[in-house]
């Protein structure tokens, strides 16, 4: 039997739980801190990163450098995960919390709306409790499953965040959902504008057709305060280098008015 060693831990980083009543269930909230954290006083925004258990790393790593050389603002980013011990358990509950009823192919257990409700009464009042945070500065990301849940979001509780990344949400089968599920979206006050930027990769066949409709659909529908921009990477496939570019250049993207 191997011997077992403590978990590597990031630089500037911290693990917080939080049982949601919600949900009926624990999280594990990873939180990278910005380098000039402990040094200030000044608040700062947050992005929350699903699939945490994954992509936390990713974020806390490329969000350092997007600081040091694209000018990204410095970030809060918040990892919300399950802390499992395989892969298999992992997806069994993102599956249950990012699934949307409806949608086809989504589990007949899903409670995506309870987990929407968990982050945004629970989860983001514990960050703004415990950090230095900007609450009326908030971003949501995920990839796969976790961006058609971030889309979820949008058209659920579009004012919960006011910036949105979403990378391969596998519109070939969740399309039609979304166009029959916006009155939210448009009924919101434009003065409260949002960024919203989408991603798919070249070789995502199956999604490129429905992905050119989706943004042209938003961008053409009149929803109040929202400004879209979206990329097709090059020879990327689902679950290949986009998801590290999606992170990456959907920060650049949604903070585009700051200044450095």
Same mark, same amino acid.
């Not at 801190?33 to 990713?58: E, M, R």
């Given at each position: ?7 590597? &831990? ?10 949601s009543t919600?949900?009926g269930?624990e ?9 000039s ?12 990163v ?29 990892g ?24 086809p192919? &989504? ?11 968990a ?6 009042p514990?960050?703004?409790a ?15 499953s ?30 039609d959902?979304w ?22 990769g ?21 929803y109040?305060?929202l ?14 280098e ?6 990456l ?6 903070y585009?008015?700051v200044?450095?």
């Amino acid at each position: 039997m191997s011997e077992r060693y403590p978990r590597a &831990a990031l630089f500037g980083t911290e693990e917080r739980t939080l049982f949601s009543t919600i949900r009926g269930r624990e999280y594990h909230l990873s939180v990278a801190l910005p380098d000039s954290y402990k040094t200030s006083t000044q608040a700062y925004p947050v992005i929350y990163v699903l699939d945490g258990d994954y992509n936390f790393g990713v974020a806390a790593g490329l969000t350092r450098f997007s600081n040091w050389f694209r000018k990204v603002p410095e970030l809060i980013i918040v990892g919300i995960g399950y802390d499992m011990e395989t892969s298999d358990e992992f997806a069994a509950l993102r599956d249950l919390d990012f699934d949307i009823p409806g949608v086809p192919g &989504a589990s007949s257990e899903s409670v995506s709306h309870l987990f929407l409700d968990a982050l945004t009464q629970e989860m983001i009042p514990f960050i703004n409790a415990n950090y230095r945070t900007i609450p009326s500065d908030r971003c949501l990301q995920g990839y796969s499953s976790g961006g058609f849940f971030v889309l979820y979001a949008l058209f659920r509780q579009p004012d919960a965040f006011q910036r949105y990344i979403s990378g391969s949400a596998i519109l070939k089968s969740t399309y039609d959902y979304w166009i029959h599920h916006d009155a939210q979206l448009a009924a919101r006050n434009g003065s409260n504008p949002i960024q919203l930027y989408l991603s798919v990769g070249e070789l995502e066949e199956d999604d490129i057709p429905n992905f050119r409709r989706f943004v042209t659909f938003l961008e053409q529908g009149n929803y109040p305060g929202l400004t879209v921009s979206s990329e097709i990477y090059a020879g990327e496939g689902h679950g290949s280098e986009g998801i590290a570019l999606t992170y990456l250049h959907g920060i650049a993207m949604v903070y585009p008015q700051v200044e450095r």
